[in-house]
């Protein structure tokens, strides 16, 4: 082969050198704004870490209002988050009932209606959970309060991710 064959144009040259240098420029914009979009998404999900509320010794048979707090990151947000959870033991189980009606979302409080001072009663729409946080028929919840995973260790009541109940 000669080297008029291997001969590069003045026109192939710039075509190949603004198309490399173009890419590169390209590539130095997208990559950051890529990066910065999808960070959240490639940070390895968030452990579900059991949240220490209360001491087995404090529990009763009868649901407790415990209040306790997590921190929660939200991509780039972090805060301070506080919940509350009815926790009793029966026998050696413990569980930990979500205080939120699963019929509209209002709060349940236990032990508040005259009538019923063994069920958690909402006040929103008359609803009625038994002590075990069981819907009661003709009421409008449809389905039983959620619950908390329980974590039992030396001692000390965790709580966990909230689980719906059907």
């Known amino acids: 082969m000669n080297e008029k064959d291997h001969k590069v144009s003045r026109r192939q040259f710039l075509t190949y050198t603004l198309t490399g240098v173009g890419g590169f420029m390209a590539a130095g914009m997208i990559m950051p704004m890529a990066r910065f979009a999808l960070d959240p998404a490639l940070k390895a999900g968030a452990a579900s870490d059991n949240v220490y509320v209360c001491d087995v010794a404090d529990l009763t048979e009868e649901p407790q209002l415990f209040e306790f707090q997590f921190d929660q990151v939200d991509a780039w947000y972090e805060s301070t988050i506080s919940r509350n959870a009815y926790i009793y033991i029966q026998g050696n189980e413990v569980t930990a009932l979500s205080p939120t009606c699963t019929h509209l979302g209002c709060t349940v409080a236990f032990g508040t209606n005259a009538e019923h001072p063994d069920r958690f ?10 002590h075990h946080g069981i819907n009661i028929a003709g009421t409008p919840p449809q389905r039983p ?3 908390y995973e329980v974590t039992v260790e030396d001692g000390k009541v965790y709580l966990g991710q909230i689980t719906q109940r059907t």
Request: aromatic share 24%.
């Open 121 to 130: 009663y909402c006040p929103c729409h008359f609803g009625m959970f038994d």
């Open 145 to 147: 309060l959620d619950v």
